[in-house]
C-alpha cells in the first residue's frame, strides 16, 4: 500500500521558515520524481518543486531562491524547506511521487501552510 505522509505545515508570519517533510512508503523511492504541489482556495492545484533522484531540481518561478526541495533516499523522505514566506505561498501542500513516465502517479493527504501578513 502506497503512503505519502506530510507533515510540518503551520502558520507562520511573512518573512517566517517552514520545513515540509513527506515520508514515503510502498512505492520505490529511489527510482521515483518526487515533488511538492500546493492548491490555494479558487485555484488549480500547481507544481511548486520536483526533484528525481540524482537529478538537478525544477522549481516554479515564483518560490526560486526561497524555496528547496531535498531527498533522503536512505529515509525514504523528501522535503521542502521554505523561507521568506509570503501570504501568497497559503495553500494547501502536496506530495507527489511518480514515476518518469507517469506509469505511477502518487499523491499525499496535503498540509495546510498559512503565511499571515
Known amino acids: 500500500q502506497v503512503q505519502l505522509v506530510e507533515s510540518g505545515g503551520g502558520l507562520v508570519q511573512a518573512g517566517g521558515s517552514l520545513r515540509l517533510s513527506c515520508a514515503a512508503s510502498g512505492i520505490f523511492f529511489t527510482s521515483s520524481v518526487m515533488g511538492w504541489y500546493r492548491q490555494a482556495p479558487g485555484k488549480q492545484r500547481e507544481l511548486v518543486a520536483a526533484?528525481?533522484?540524482?537529478?538537478?531540481?525544477n522549481y516554479a518561478d515564483s518560490v526560486k531562491g526561497r524555496f528547496t526541495i531535498s531527498r533522503d533516499n536512505a529515509k525514504n523522505t523528501v522535503y521542502l524547506q521554505m523561507n521568506s514566506l509570503k501570504p501568497e505561498d497559503t495553500a494547501v501542500y502536496y506530495c507527489n511521487s511518480r514515476s518518469a513516465s507517469y506509469l505511477y502517479n502518487y499523491w499525499g493527504q496535503g498540509t495546510q501552510v498559512t503565511v499571515s501578513s
Open positions: 526533484i528525481a533522484s540524482g537529478g538537478t531540481p
